[in-house]
């Protein structure tokens, strides 16, 4: 007697595989409650739309969607799940510090640290744990730790030294600076020198822009099991297999592990007074889970990686620009001039100009507001999720609990907001009433109750190392070294086709 099973051939599975996607698709389509909103019809029904442009073309759905905008208006459907708004007028309206607002944890678990709290999806959690590091990391703090800071940028322009007049020797500025912002992070959060900076061969070949992130989250986000497959695969495996994002991963899981269980504050001199962000944990009023090994070792490896790579853009797009121009040279000059020679008249030791007084530079915050308007931290859009309310945009009914996304990098490349937009122009922020305007679509840093942990700490360091630089050196970078520095690929980061690393001449400046 034949039993039922085998009487079900691989031809009944196909069809019942059929009639279980076509009924998905219908449901996605006519009954979801996102299916009035316009957008393509296959990004409404799978998300392989989103993993073709994100995996096969390599971080290139952030520029489909401004060209799906062009078609579909203001408001589209990207995902079976998921909506988009190009409208700046909305981006205060959704990033605000009222109400409570989750991240899409689709989006954040692809990093592989969910209990860090930048990858924190609900909001309660997310409130809680970024409570014990708000002091830690605030403007206060910053300002009280200044010599961190001020003593890397020392030891960058004595790096920088070494190559200056030389004719035949090339510096990878762009490797240098990201040394310099790994330099500071790390010491930063955990109280360690690893002078990252000292040991980089900066004329060397290899000395390339740090692009590691993106690919492995780009796969992560579509293919769930990526990111575990890399944890447990044997480092040796890896590198034979993986490409360089993927062994820039491992590289990143064995170093941070490293820095997560060294003791707090050591840095060798047996001073472990410094308070450190393992300090902040610990010593929390927060249950026993929130301190465990494994979510310090994610805090620390997500806030010293992510405070170092987004502040180094931003540092390459601004250099770049700042020598690319002699005008804007020649005006930032002229204005560190001033308190640079009011301190060497009153005798106070030192010419290097302080935060404070760098701070009330006009023209200089100037140029940096124009370079993170180029470069902001993210190039990927930043979701956010209303889990009790239902959210309305142009008399459209958004259901509570659906991911909401804009991006910062496109907001700020609006040619409606700013005209000429892919121009360097510092002068769009030299009126006081324009930049009061702009506070409501200007937010390279995010905003709402997400805005980025370490702002202070990057403004510190875009301050002091573009005097420090500008003071000291020139550079002549190749004009077609803005390939290293404009944006071509959605790497979650800024991802440049650029790999030379913003290789440049140095000469110092003559006293």
């Known amino acids: ?80 799940h998921e909506l988009y708004v190009s409208d700046p007028s909305f981006y205060e309206k959704l990033y605000n510090q009222d109400g409570k607002w989750d991240k899409y944890d689709w989006a954040w678990d692809a990093f592989g640290a969910p209990l860090s709290t930048i990858c924190t999806a609900k909001h309660h959690v997310h409130k809680r744990r970024r409570a014990v590091l708000n002091h830690f990391f605030s403007k206060a703090s910053v300002a ?7 003593r890397s940028v020392s030891e960058l322009c004595r790096k920088v030294d070494e190559f200056a007049d030389s004719r035949s020797i090339q510096i990878s500025l762009g490797a240098a600076i990201s040394a310099f912002t790994r330099d500071v992070s790390i010491e930063f959060a955990i109280g360690k020198r690893y002078h990252i900076l000292d040991a980089l061969d900066l004329d060397a070949d290899e000395a390339t822009l740090p692009q590691t992130s993106g690919s492995l989250w780009q796969r992560s986000k579509h293919f769930r099991w990526y990111v575990s497959l890399m944890k447990r695969m044997p480092s040796s495996m ?13 590289f990143f899981l064995q170093y941070y592990s490293t820095l997560a269980a060294a003791p707090p504050g050591d840095d060798g001199s047996g ?25 310090v070792f994610e805090e620390v490896g997500t806030i010293t990686r992510g405070g170092f790579e ?63 308007r180029l470069s902001p931290g993210l190039s990927t859009r930043s979701q956010r999720i209303a889990p009790d309310r239902d959210l309305v ?67 510190a360091e875009l301050y002091l190392v573009v005097a420090a630089l500008v003071q000291r050196f020139d550079f002549q970078f190749d004009p077609a070294a803005l390939a290293d520095l404009e944006c071509s690929s959605d790497q ?13 001449f140095v000469s110092r400046v003559p006293v």
């Not at 296959?42 to 392989?48: C, E």
């Not at 308070?275 to 010593?283: A, C, D, K, S, Y």
């Not at 640079?340 to 530079?361: A, C, E, M, P, V």
């Not at 979650?492 to 440049?504: E, H, N």
Request: with cysteine; charged share 25%; aromatic share 8%.
């Open 492 to 504: 979650f980061i800024i991802g440049t086709s650029g790999r030379d690393g913003l290789k440049t």
């Open 144 to 150: 009280s730790r200044i010599d961190i800071v001020q």
């Open 1 to 80: 007697m034949t039993s039922p099973v085998e009487n079900v051939s691989w031809k009944h599975g196909v069809v019942l595989a059929a009639l279980y996607f076509l009924t998905l698709a219908f449901h996605r389509l006519f009954l979801h409650p996102l299916a009035g909103f316009p957008g393509p019809r296959l990004a409404a029904v799978t998300r392989d739309f989103e993993a073709y442009y994100d995996v096969v073309c390599n971080g290139q759905y952030t520029f489909k969607i401004a060209e799906m905008h062009k078609r579909y208006g203001p408001i589209i459907r990207i995902s079976p």
């Open 393 to 459: 945009y142009n008399g459209r009914v958004i259901p509570a609990g659906t991911p909401v996304g804009m991006t910062t990098l496109l907001m700020h490349h609006d040619p409606a907001l700013y005209p000429d937009p892919k121009r360097f122009d510092p002068e769009r922020w030299m009126d006081m009433d324009v930049r009061r305007k702009a506070e409501k679509t200007y937010a390279p840093f995010g905003r709402g109750t997400r805005i980025c942990l370490g702002m202070h700490l990057a403004w």
């Open 238 to 250: 890896v590198q034979k297999t993986g490409g360089d994002g993927v062994n820039a991963f491992v």
């Open 271 to 295: 001073d472990t007074t410094t308070r450190t962000i393992v300090h902040e944990i610990l010593n929390a009023q927060i249950p026993p889970a929130e301190k465990s090994p494994g979510r």
């Open 310 to 372: 987004t502040v180094a853009n931003s540092l390459r797009m601004i250099l770049y620009h700042i020598y690319a121009d002699p005008e804007v040279l020649r005006r930032l000059r002229a204005e560190l001039a001033e308190p640079r020679r009011d301190r060497s008249q009153n005798d106070q030791g030192s010419s290097d100009i302080s935060l404070r007084t760098l701070k009330k530079l006009l023209y200089l915050t100037a140029v940096l507001m124009e370079g993170l």
